[in-house]
C-alpha cells in the first residue's frame, strides 16, 4: 500500500495526523488554486480551509474507480472557494454587461504557450473578478454558462470578463515584465 493509500485510509478513521499530513501534502497546490479566486491571505486560507473541512467529512464518498484523489480533493476544494465567493454579498464589481450582438467568438486559450508559474504571474496582473472567471474558464475547463451559474452573474459578464481578460493579457505577454 503506498503512502497516499495509508494517508487515506487514516483519514478516514478520523486520524487526526493522517489529516494534517495529507493537507500538508497539497497545501501549495491548493493555496494556487485559492490565489486564483482571492487577494487576501485570509481569504484563501479560508477557502483552502473549508474546502479540506469537506474533503475530510467526506472522505468515505471518495471512490478510487471514479478517478484520483488529486482530483477529486482538488475539484471539492474548488467549489468550498466558490461557494465562499458565492456566500458574499457584500462584494461588488463592475461589470460590463454584453449582450448577443457583441458576440464572443474566441475559444483560443492565452495561456497555452506558457508554464504554470509563468500563468499565475500573468493571473496576478488581472483584476480580481476577471481573474477568477478567466481561470475557471481556461485553467479549469468550465463553460460559460456554468461559471455564470456557479459566480451567479449574467452569461453575458462572463464573456465580458473573458474578452477583457483576453485583452489585458494579451497587452501584458507583448510587453513581458
Not at 474558464?137 to 461559471?147: A, P, Q, R, S
Amino acid at each position: 500500500m503506498n503512502t497516499l493509500n495509508r494517508t487515506l485510509e487514516g483519514c478516514r478513521r478520523g486520524e487526526r495526523q493522517a489529516q494534517e499530513k495529507l493537507y500538508r501534502q497539497f497545501y501549495p497546490v491548493l493555496f494556487a488554486l485559492c490565489k486564483n479566486f482571492f487577494d487576501d491571505k485570509h481569504d484563501i486560507l479560508t477557502a483552502i480551509n473549508n474546502g479540506m473541512l469537506k474533503v475530510f467529512a467526506n472522505i468515505h464518498q471518495y471512490n478510487p474507480e471514479k478517478g484520483e484523489f488529486f482530483s477529486w480533493m482538488y475539484t471539492t476544494v474548488r467549489n468550498a472557494a466558490l461557494t465562499m465567493l458565492r456566500d458574499r454579498k457584500t462584494q461588488t464589481f463592475d461589470y460590463v454587461e454584453l449582450n448577443d450582438t457583441m458576440g464572443f467568438v474566441s475559444r483560443e486559450n492565452p495561456f497555452e504557450q506558457l508554464s504554470g508559474n509563468d500563468i499565475h504571474v500573468y493571473l496576478m496582473q488581472l483584476p480580481v473578478a476577471t481573474r477568477r472567471i478567466c481561470s475557471l474558464y481556461y485553467l479549469d475547463g468550465f463553460l460559460i454558462k456554468e461559471i455564470a451559474q456557479a459566480v451567479e452573474i449574467s452569461e453575458g459578464t462572463v464573456k465580458w470578463h473573458l474578452n477583457e481578460s483576453r485583452n489585458r493579457l494579451k497587452t501584458i505577454l507583448e510587453n513581458p515584465l
